[in-house]
Protein backbone atom coordinates (compact mmCIF):
# COMPACT_ATOMS: atom_id res chain seq x y z
CA UNK A 1 0.00 0.00 0.00
CA UNK A 2 1.19 3.67 -0.80
CA UNK A 3 0.27 6.18 1.90
CA UNK A 4 0.34 9.93 0.51
CA UNK A 5 -0.01 13.04 2.22
CA UNK A 6 -0.42 16.31 0.80
CA UNK A 7 0.27 19.62 2.19
CA UNK A 8 0.97 23.46 1.36
CA UNK A 9 -2.68 24.23 0.36
CA UNK A 10 -3.60 27.61 1.69
CA UNK A 11 -5.70 31.19 0.62
CA UNK A 12 -3.97 33.22 -2.58
CA UNK A 13 -4.81 35.90 -4.39
CA UNK A 14 -5.32 35.80 -8.20
CA UNK A 15 -2.53 36.32 -9.91
CA UNK A 16 -0.47 34.56 -6.94
CA UNK A 17 1.60 31.11 -6.54
CA UNK A 18 1.42 27.85 -4.68
CA UNK A 19 3.23 24.89 -4.01
CA UNK A 20 1.54 21.79 -3.02
CA UNK A 21 3.68 18.55 -1.94
CA UNK A 22 2.79 15.32 -1.86
CA UNK A 23 4.95 12.65 0.01
CA UNK A 24 4.65 8.99 -0.40
CA UNK A 25 5.54 6.29 1.77
CA UNK A 26 7.34 4.48 -0.26
CA UNK A 27 9.98 5.20 -3.08
CA UNK A 28 8.40 7.38 -5.81
CA UNK A 29 10.98 4.39 -8.51
CA UNK A 30 7.90 1.99 -7.23
CA UNK A 31 5.61 3.92 -8.67
CA UNK A 32 4.30 3.67 -12.07
CA UNK A 33 2.93 7.54 -12.27
CA UNK A 34 2.50 9.97 -9.85
CA UNK A 35 -0.82 12.50 -10.59
CA UNK A 36 -2.31 15.61 -9.14
CA UNK A 37 -6.16 16.03 -9.81
CA UNK A 38 -8.99 18.31 -8.12
CA UNK A 39 -12.46 18.47 -6.94
CA UNK A 40 -15.12 21.36 -6.68
CA UNK A 41 -18.19 20.46 -4.50
CA UNK A 42 -21.04 19.18 -6.86
CA UNK A 43 -18.33 18.16 -9.43
CA UNK A 44 -16.22 15.14 -10.77
CA UNK A 45 -12.39 14.90 -9.95
CA UNK A 46 -10.62 16.39 -12.80
CA UNK A 47 -7.13 15.24 -13.87
CA UNK A 48 -4.87 18.18 -13.46
CA UNK A 49 -1.09 16.84 -14.42
CA UNK A 50 0.31 13.51 -14.41
CA UNK A 51 4.44 12.40 -14.07
CA UNK A 52 5.36 8.96 -14.89
CA UNK A 53 8.29 6.84 -13.62
CA UNK A 54 10.14 8.00 -16.21
CA UNK A 55 9.72 11.58 -16.60
CA UNK A 56 7.04 12.21 -18.73
CA UNK A 57 4.72 14.80 -17.82
CA UNK A 58 1.03 15.40 -19.58
CA UNK A 59 -0.88 18.47 -17.97
CA UNK A 60 -4.64 19.49 -18.68
CA UNK A 61 -5.38 22.34 -21.23
CA UNK A 62 -6.09 24.48 -17.96
CA UNK A 63 -3.43 24.50 -16.95
CA UNK A 64 -1.04 23.98 -19.36
CA UNK A 65 2.10 27.08 -19.01
CA UNK A 66 1.18 27.81 -15.68
CA UNK A 67 1.52 24.57 -13.33
CA UNK A 68 4.53 22.37 -13.18
CA UNK A 69 4.81 19.06 -11.94
CA UNK A 70 8.76 17.77 -10.18
CA UNK A 71 9.71 15.20 -7.98
CA UNK A 72 12.05 14.82 -5.81
CA UNK A 73 12.93 11.31 -5.52
CA UNK A 74 15.12 11.12 -2.33
CA UNK A 75 12.31 12.88 -0.56
CA UNK A 76 9.45 10.51 -2.15
CA UNK A 77 8.11 13.47 -2.75
CA UNK A 78 5.89 15.32 -5.60
CA UNK A 79 5.61 19.15 -6.24
CA UNK A 80 2.77 21.00 -8.14
CA UNK A 81 3.86 24.60 -8.48
CA UNK A 82 0.81 26.41 -9.49
CA UNK A 83 1.47 30.29 -10.68
CA UNK A 84 -0.85 32.99 -12.25
CA UNK A 85 -3.30 31.37 -9.73
CA UNK A 86 -7.19 32.23 -11.24
CA UNK A 87 -10.47 32.05 -9.13
CA UNK A 88 -11.32 28.61 -11.29
CA UNK A 89 -8.38 26.84 -9.74
CA UNK A 90 -9.77 26.94 -6.34
CA UNK A 91 -10.49 22.93 -5.56
CA UNK A 92 -9.04 20.55 -3.06
CA UNK A 93 -5.96 19.09 -4.86
CA UNK A 94 -5.45 15.15 -4.71
CA UNK A 95 -2.36 13.34 -4.77
CA UNK A 96 -2.64 10.10 -7.00
CA UNK A 97 0.01 6.91 -6.84
CA UNK A 98 -0.33 4.24 -9.54
CA UNK A 99 1.15 1.06 -8.57
CA UNK A 100 0.77 -2.74 -9.48
CA UNK A 101 -2.29 -1.79 -11.06
CA UNK A 102 -3.55 0.13 -8.26
CA UNK A 103 -4.68 3.75 -7.49
CA UNK A 104 -4.02 5.05 -4.34
CA UNK A 105 -5.43 8.67 -3.35
CA UNK A 106 -3.96 11.08 -0.76
CA UNK A 107 -6.47 12.91 1.40
CA UNK A 108 -6.38 16.25 -0.18
CA UNK A 109 -5.76 19.83 0.57
CA UNK A 110 -7.89 23.02 0.01
CA UNK A 111 -6.45 25.68 -2.34
CA UNK A 112 -8.61 28.84 -2.16
CA UNK A 113 -7.61 31.57 -4.99
CA UNK A 114 -9.17 35.34 -3.78
CA UNK A 115 -10.14 37.26 -6.36
Known amino acids: QVRLVESGGGLVQAGGSLRLSCAASDSLFSIRAMAWFRQVPGKEREFVTS???????TYADSVLGRFTISRDNAKNTVYLQMNSLKPEDAAVYYC?????????WGQGTQVTVAS
Open 96 to 104: QALRFGLTY
Open 51 to 57: MTRDGTT
